[in-house]
């Protein structure tokens, strides 16, 4: 199985702060990288696919990028809805694996 | 708009039997793969099980292999999931998800999530 790592597990950040997020794969997945967010208590939203293309509806402060095993996501300007748990999550293979969710939590 | 409602969530007593259900509406069931993804209380996501849009293929994670099986209707535009010997480590929120294909595959759309407890 393909095994997916997430650093930090936790960030404290301020709205308007730039914030970044990585996520490195066991062995190379390509582009086949997905990124969601969670809030407490409500089901995980898509937010980025294929490694940097956003899902319709998802502001543009939000980008991903990378390929091969390194990937990062990358919130530009903080807003107060953006304090959540993100998970990337790699479809190259079954079994599609998550990483363990970086918690981004208000300073 | 695109809805997926799970249900069937509930506490059983390890070895028991359980369906969860996930209703869909608002898009062409029948056109779209499915899947089963599951999260521990206070635990991560996990992808436990993938059916495609005519049924087969199936695939599970080794977690559940031999234990779950995942079905669908698409005439009621249904998605099931039968869970037998059911152990304490499957305590968790079960969320149906539609796999979206474009370019790779992820998941687009998510049920509420049904949370099932197992426990004597």
């Known amino acids: 199985d393909i095994q997916m790592t997430q650093s930090p597990s936790s960030v404290s950040a301020s709205v308007g702060d730039r914030v970044t997020i990585t996520c490195r794969a066991s062995q190379s997945i390509s582009n086949y990288l997905n990124w969601y967010q969670q809030k407490p208590g409500k089901a995980p939203k898509l937010l980025i696919y294929s490694a940097y293309i956003l899902q319709s509806g998802v502001p543009s402060r939000v980008s991903g990028s990378g390929s091969g095993t390194d990937f990062t996501l990358t919130i530009s300007s903080l807003q107060p809805e953006d304090f959540a748990t993100y998970y990337c999550?790699?479809?190259?293979?079954?079994?599609?694996?998550f990483g363990q969710g970086t918690k981004l939590e208000i300073k | 708009e695109v809805q997926l409602v799970d249900s069937g969530g509930d506490l059983v007593q390890p070895g028991g039997s359980l369906r969860l259900s996930c209703a869909a509406s608002g898009f062409t069931f029948s056109s779209y793969e499915m899947n089963w993804v599951r999260q521990a209380p206070g635990k991560g996501l996990e992808w436990i099980s993938y059916?495609?849009?005519?049924?087969?293929?199936?695939f599970y994670a080794d977690s559940v292999k031999g234990r779950f099986t995942i079905s669908r209707d698409n005439a009621r535009e249904s998605l099931y999931l039968q869970m037998n010997s059911l152990r304490a480590e499957d305590t968790a929120v079960y969320y149906c998800a539609r796999g979206k294909q474009w370019l790779v595959p992820s998941f687009d759309y998510w049920g509420q999530g049904t949370l099932v407890t197992v426990s004597s």
């Open positions: 999550q790699q479809s190259s293979s079954l079994p599609y694996t």
């Open positions: 059916i495609s849009s005519s049924g087969s293929p199936i």
